[in-house]
């Protein structure tokens, strides 16, 4: 696993951004598997700059989103569907059949939505790069604390906690879904790359426990130490409960030289 620490939430937006580019140019095509929340928000606004400059196009990539809400329309304004056109892909030249959130009408068996999610992801070829948030309870997607490592897409119930956090984006009398479909952990460690991204105080007791504390379902997040290609973009205060810091930042120097002299996407 690299921890790459940063200044701050920019810093960590536009070193996602930097890559991603690169990557595009490597692979125009690739798959990527996307977040919604406030910590890629920089990254998408990074991203659509880009594209507005001709710096980069997504005009062949693939998305796959983590999760969706169950029980709002997709058409919502609280929909992760309505988040990704209003934050990413109405602003970059992405064709929105490319795009994929894992989304379960009144109408729809989950089990068969969530199943039609993995295949979709395996007929794209596999996400070559997975972004994704933490949680303040270490849930990734919507997999929350005792989410199976062995998980695919499939509906979880969201715990209080989640409900709460989340509650800031609902006014009081609209619906808030207790229930949202999500790719499983397993379905995220498919990915050839992962990156969690955490910004803020309020992250790094997770962010601790998901690097330095013991793999365990307890803390989902923790499962991308079984990752052999896993990278943790942190900030300053995200990265606060930390106890191996000086090692991360040497490694990411010494593998910023190896890159150099290969040239490759590190
Ligand atoms: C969002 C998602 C969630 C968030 C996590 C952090 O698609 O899957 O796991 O990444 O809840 O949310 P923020 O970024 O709002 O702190």
Redesign the pocket.
Known sequence: MEVVILETENDVATWAADRISDLLVQKPDATLG???????LALYRRLSDRFAKGLVSFKNVKTF???EYIGIEEGNHQS?RTYMRKEFFGKVDIPLENTHLPYCSATDNPREVGSAYEHDIETAGGIDLQL?????NG?????EPTSSFGSRTRVKTLTKR?IS??SRLFSPEEFQPHLAM?MGIATILDSRRVWLM?T?QH?AEAVGQAIEGPISSMVPASALQLHESATVIVDRSAASKLKHIDYYNWAVQEKTKLARKFDTFP
Do not use: C, R, S
């Open positions: 996307l977040a919604t929340g406030n910590t890629p989103n983590l999760d992760y994704f948030g933490i949680g303040a849930h990734i997607g919507f997999n989640t956090e989340n999500t955490a803020g992250k």
